[in-house]
C-alpha cells in the first residue's frame, strides 16, 4: 500500500506519496488551509475545471531537477523545450502530445522538425507559420499574445508587462486592476494561476495593500521600496512586491518559496508554489489546453 502526507499550503498543496518500488513522487494539487494524513489518493484536484479528472503523474529525481530550471529530463541532461538541444540539425524539443493527452498524462519529450522560423508561431488549426504581427488576427484581443506549447504548437496566452492572467470569460485582464470585477474589487491570481475578485483593502481604490508595511500606496511608484526598486506586480508570485524596474522593463528574479520586502529581501511564504510544482503545472495546463 502506498501512504500518503497531504501539506494543504494556503492555496496550493502537494501529496507526496511513498513510492518505494519506483522511487517516484505522486503529486496531488489542491487548494486551502490544513493539514491532515490520507491513504491511496487517485485523483488530482486543480482549480482549472479541465484538470480534474486527471489522475496524478509521477515524475522521477531527475526530472524534478530539471523542472527547476524550467527545462525538461532528456538524454540523461535538462534540456529546454522549443530549443534544439541535443536534436538533430533543424530540429527542436518538445513534449510528444499523443502520450500526454492519457489519464495519467505522460509527458515524453522527442526531437521533431522544426516548423517554423525561430522568431514564428505554428498554427495548428491552419497548419501555417505566423509572426507577432497576427497577434490580434489570430488571439482576437489585444491584451494576447501568440506563444508555443510544451508540444510546439502555437497559442494565445495574456501579456506578461504590467501582468495579466485570463479570466474565466475567456479574456485577458490587468491583475491588481478592477478588471472585470465589482467597484471596490481587484482582479488578482491565486497559486496555479486561478483569479478571483478580492476586496480593496485601501480606501482609496487606485491604491493597493501592501503587507509588509500595512499600507497603501500606487502601484508602479517607489511607495515603501528602496533603490531602483518599485512596487509592481511580479511575474512570478502575481503580488505587489518591491521589483526591479529597469527603464521600464520588470526584472524579476527565479521564483523562490518567498516574497520580497520593501527592500527585495526574501521573506518565506506558504503561499508561493516551488519552481518544480509551478512548472508541473504549466505542464498539465498545456494539456488541458489542447483538450478545450
Not at 83 to 100: H, M, Q, T
Not at 155 to 168: D, G, L, N
Request: aromatic share 8%; hydrophobic share 30%; charged share 25%.
Amino acid at each position: 500500500m502506498v501512504s500518503s502526507t497531504v501539506l494543504i499550503l494556503s492555496s496550493v498543496a502537494i501529496i507526496f506519496s511513498d513510492a518505494q518500488s519506483s522511487g517516484n513522487s505522486e503529486l496531488v494539487f489542491f487548494r486551502r488551509a490544513m493539514r491532515k494524513s490520507s491513504s491511496d489518493s487517485d485523483a488530482i484536484i486543480f482549480p482549472d475545471d479541465a484538470l480534474l479528472k486527471l489522475k496524478p503523474p509521477t515524475f522521477s529525481k531527475q526530472e524534478r531537477n530539471c523542472f527547476v530550471e524550467n527545462h525538461v529530463y532528456f538524454n540523461n541532461s535538462c534540456q529546454e523545450l522549443n530549443k534544439r538541444g541535443s536534436c538533430g540539425d533543424n530540429e527542436v524539443l518538445i513534449i510528444d502530445l499523443k502520450p500526454a493527452q492519457q489519464n495519467p498524462p505522460k509527458f515524453r519529450p522527442k526531437c521533431v522538425p522544426r516548423q517554423c522560423a525561430s522568431n514564428e508561431f505554428f498554427w495548428p488549426q491552419t497548419n501555417t507559420c505566423h509572426t507577432a504581427v497576427d497577434n490580434v488576427k489570430l488571439c482576437g484581443d489585444s491584451s494576447k499574445v501568440l506563444s508555443t506549447d510544451i508540444f510546439g504548437l502555437g497559442f494565445c496566452k495574456c501579456i506578461a508587462v504590467p501582468v495579466h492572467a485570463e479570466h474565466k470569460d475567456g479574456k485577458c485582464y490587468e491583475i491588481y486592476r478592477q478588471g472585470p470585477c465589482k467597484p471596490g474589487q481587484l482582479f488578482t491570481v491565486k497559486n496555479s494561476d486561478d483569479t478571483e475578485c478580492t476586496a480593496n483593502r485601501c480606501q482609496n481604490k487606485s491604491l493597493v495593500y501592501h503587507e509588509q508595511t500595512a499600507k497603501c500606496y500606487s502601484l508602479g511608484e517607489t511607495g515603501p521600496c528602496t533603490g531602483q526598486f518599485k512596487l509592481l506586480v511580479s511575474s512570478n508570485t502575481k503580488r505587489p512586491e518591491c521589483v526591479e524596474d529597469m527603464v521600464g522593463l520588470t526584472v524579476s528574479v527565479p521564483v523562490q518559496n518567498c516574497y520580497g520586502d520593501n527592500n527585495n529581501k526574501c521573506i518565506p511564504s506558504d503561499s508561493v508554489e516551488s519552481q518544480d510544482e509551478k512548472y508541473i503545472m504549466t505542464l498539465l495546463k498545456a494539456v488541458a489546453n489542447r483538450k478545450k
